[in-house]
């Protein structure tokens, strides 16, 4: 069965400052690895996504993560905040191909301070 | 890039009513839509999975008679909250999966939120 562990409900950074926030899964096949933004009372956006291609996936708006196997983990980057990242994140695990159901994590709000 | 649409953005209706949302895939063919609730400031929750032209299977506590979900076409999918009740009252998201699609990636629509008085 696939899982999705997000540390950390909320993380606030400092406009400029590094934005780090963590994933770890959980998943007994290769897993299909994303990650969606949400701002306030609107749909899933695609971060980006791990496929078994390279293990650092680049993303929109400066974001990258990378899928670590041998600590479960898929965490999501950026070097420098900007005001407009403030939004909720979501991590997201699926079985692979052919498979159907996404499992999403709890969430990550992220707050950037001026 | 692939869009999904919801109709209508937000719904307030009375107790007792039903409340249909629709979601489109615009520029794809869906084989597979997915709806999901959101309560305030937490995940998304399955409801169901649909594929065209076959009954919908639902998650495990969600009322199959409740949620009417319909998905008659490859690009519209229609969920049908029947005789609301304010506890109904959440965020409702639709997703659509392309058929020709190998990495299960989803394409969410943007959200309906029904407030029921």
């Known amino acids: 069965a696939q899982s999705v562990t997000q540390l950390g409900s909320h993380v606030s950074v400092s406009e400029g400052a590094l934005v780090l926030l963590r994933c770890n899964y959980s998943?007994?096949?290769?897993?299909?690895l994303f990650w969606y933004v949400q701002y306030p009372n609107q749909g899933l956006q695609l971060l980006l996504k791990?496929?078994?291609?390279?293990?650092l996936v680049k993303g929109i708006n400066g974001f990258e993560a990378e899928f670590k196997k041998s600590e479960t983990s898929f965490h999501l980057t950026k070097p420098s905040a900007h005001m407009s990242d403030a939004a909720e994140y979501f991590c997201?695990?699926?079985?692979?191909?052919?498979?159907?159901?996404?499992?999403f994590g709890t969430g990550t709000r992220l707050t950037v301070i001026p | 890039g692939a869009v999904v649409s919801q109709h209508p953005s937000w719904v307030i209706c009375k107790s007792g009513t039903s409340v249909k949302i629709e979601c489109r895939s615009l520029?794809?063919?869906?084989?597979?839509m997915f709806w999901y609730r959101q309560f305030p400031k937490q995940s998304l929750m399955l409801m169901a999975t649909?594929?065209?032209?076959?009954?919908?299977?639902?998650e495990q506590g969600v009322e199959k008679d409740k949620f009417l979900i319909n998905h008659a076409s490859l690009t519209l999918s229609t969920l049908t909250v029947t005789s609301a009740h304010p506890e109904d009252s959440s965020f409702y998201i639709c997703?659509?999966?392309?058929?020709?699609?190998?990495?299960?990636?989803?394409?969410f629509g943007p959200g309906t939120r029904l407030t029921v008085l």
């Open positions: 520029d794809f063919q869906a084989t597979t």
């Open positions: 997703s659509a999966r392309d058929g020709a699609g190998v990495t299960n990636e989803q394409f």
């Open positions: 791990y496929t078994s291609a390279a293990t």
């Open positions: 998943s007994s096949v290769p897993p299909y």
């Open positions: 997201a695990v699926s079985e692979g191909t052919g498979a159907n159901n996404l499992f």
């Open positions: 649909s594929n065209e032209g076959s009954k919908a299977t639902y």
